[in-house]
Each structure stands twice: as structure tokens, then as C-alpha cells.
């Protein structure tokens, strides 16, 4: 594609080891080696979901009616932003100690776990008012089962707002999870967006969808 910006083997390297890991050991060793570098270099390919998520919050959840999950924030690149549109108490999760630790650096976030999802969470029954995930229900990342802890911990009422790539949506069992938590009333859905591409200048064949649901 004309124009199309493409990662240096050095930056693809990266990435690559991302998506390839196998254990949640390799994938937080993989990113704790790319924390330095993963702002600036998702910046230059675009990568837009950390900003875009806010908008689907905005639509959704009220502001000053509880903590919000930003679950698998990594270096914490959604924090400002949900900052400036004035939610003012946001806890955030991740499987890797160097990408929390920028995230700190932030002064955004009011509590921060290392933690992976998947397992159990460190939080009480409908402690958040809503949580967001994104760029991490994708390729060798959190399972689909993620998807029913996270639940548990969020209200009645509240909203479950992420993304899932186009490549586990079906394949990794998010779709089938969808309907099993919408069968047992955990939840129902709310906005099911068209597929869209996770970064605006390169990797053009990485697509993703967002929804939202709301949790009953």
C-alpha cells in the first residue's frame, strides 16, 4: 500500500515477541523488555486505542459515580485522556511491573495492580462502576474467560467497554463468552462498533471491534 508505514526489524522484533509468547511469563518479560520504547513507538504506526476508548466511556459511564477499571493499561496511555473528560478516580491493572511503573509516572491512576487477567482479581464483588480494556483481547493475550472476573467485579448498572481483534474474536471464544454471560444475566449488550483498524498510519491489517455491555 502507497504511503503505508511499516515497523523496522527492530520494532517488529518487538512486537513479534508479543504476539508470540506463550505462557503469561513470556508476555510480561516482553513487554517489560519493549516498556521504554512502546509510547514512542506505537506513536509513530498511530496506534489509536488507548485515546479512542475514551469516547465509548464518555458515552456510557457517568462521571464522579465510582472507580473505573482500566484493565491491562499498560504504560497507562488512556489515563490523561479519561482524566481530562473528568473521571477522577481510576484504578488501573497489568501483568507487567516496567509498563506500571510509567504508568505511575503519569500521576493519573489512584491505584495500580500488577496482576494478569485470566486468574482471579484482587477486587470485592461490584467494586468498579465500569471497566475498559484495549489492545489486549488480541493474539496471545488475555483469554476469554477474562471477560467473567472482570463482570464480577463490576456493579449492576455498570459497563463493560473493550476491544477484541479480528483474529480471536471467533477462534478465541469471545463471541461464545458473550453469549454465555448474556444467557446467565450477568449482562446484555449495549453498541457492537463496525471493525476498525487499531493503528491509523501502519499495520493497516490489524483490525479490531469495541463493544459495550451492560453489566446487570
Avoid at 3 to 31: C, F, N, W
Wanted: net charge negative.
Amino acid at each position: 500500500m502507497p504511503g503505508t508505514i511499516r515497523m523496522t526489524p527492530e520494532k517488529r522484533r518487538a512486537l513479534d515477541l508479543v504476539y508470540s509468547a506463550r505462557t503469561p511469563g513470556e508476555l510480561s518479560d516482553a513487554y517489560s523488555a519493549w516498556a521504554n520504547e512502546y509510547d514512542r513507538e506505537t506513536a509513530v504506526l498511530g496506534y489509536g486505542l488507548p485515546f479512542l476508548i475514551g469516547a465509548w466511556v464518555a458515552r456510557y459511564v457517568t462521571r464522579g459515580n465510582g472507580p473505573i477499571l482500566d484493565a491491562g493499561c499498560g504504560t497507562g496511555l488512556s489515563g490523561p485522556y479519561l482524566k481530562a473528560l473528568g473521571y477522577d478516580h481510576i484504578e488501573g491493572l497489568d501483568m507487567s511491573a516496567d509498563m506500571l511503573r510509567i504508568a505511575a509516572a503519569r500521576n493519573v491512576y489512584e491505584a495500580l495492580k500488577e496482576a494478569g487477567l485470566g486468574g482471579r482479581l484482587p477486587w470485592a464483588d461490584g467494586h468498579f462502576s465500569a471497566f475498559l480494556s484495549t489492545g489486549v483481547f488480541t493474539e496471545g493475550h488475555a483469554p476469554a474467560s477474562s471477560l467473567e472476573e472482570l463482570t464480577r467485579i463490576t456493579r449492576k448498572g455498570g459497563h463493560a467497554i473493550f476491544t477484541v481483534r479480528d483474529t480471536v474474536l471467533e477462534t478465541g471464544g469471545f463471541r461464545a463468552m458473550f453469549d454465555r454471560l448474556e444467557k446467565a444475566r450477568r449482562w446484555r449488550p449495549i453498541e457492537e462498533s463496525p471493525p476498525f483498524r487499531a493503528f491509523t498510519v501502519g499495520e493497516p491489517e490489524v483490525q479490531v471491534q469495541a463493544f459495550v455491555f451492560e453489566v446487570l
